[in-house]
């Protein structure tokens, strides 16, 4: 089993900065992939960034050149700088953990933290 402790949510202005950090525990080496996803209210949940273990990224057109995924592979812990926050940044960000190709099944979520952007 794999779980995720995600923290770093908060409030800030537009035109701001926050960082989240995801820290995975448990069944560590059947994880390849983590990423994060957003939800707004009334919206479907949205890819942000995504990461591989071997470092590839990839993120939402909506975030780049704004937002950095990096991974520490030796905590199995991501994280997400999120610099010049827009309101419509504003959603509960969630990290996801996709296993490798011995654990395909895996595929778990934190419990999500609040990020609001005030305008």
């Known amino acids: 089993q794999v779980q995720l402790v995600e923290t770093g949510g908060g409030l800030v202005q537009a035109g701001g900065s926050l960082s989240l950090t995801c820290a995975a525990s448990?069944?560590?080496?059947?994880?390849?992939?983590m990423g994060w996803y957003r939800q707004a209210p009334g919206k479907q949940r949205e890819l942000v960034a995504t990461?591989?273990?071997?470092?590839?990224?990839n993120y939402a057109g909506s975030v780049k050149g704004r937002f950095t995924i990096s991974r520490d592979n030796a905590k199995i812990t991501v994280y997400l700088e999120m610099n010049n926050l827009k309101p419509e940044d504003t959603a509960v960000y969630y990290c996801?953990?996709?296993?490798?190709?011995?654990?395909?099944?895996?595929?778990?979520w934190g419990q999500g933290t609040q990020v609001t952007v005030s305008s």
């Open positions: 448990g069944s560590l080496f059947s994880i390849n992939g």
């Open positions: 990461i591989s273990s071997g470092g590839t990224t």
């Open positions: 996801n953990a996709r296993g490798n190709v011995f654990y395909p099944d895996v595929n778990v």
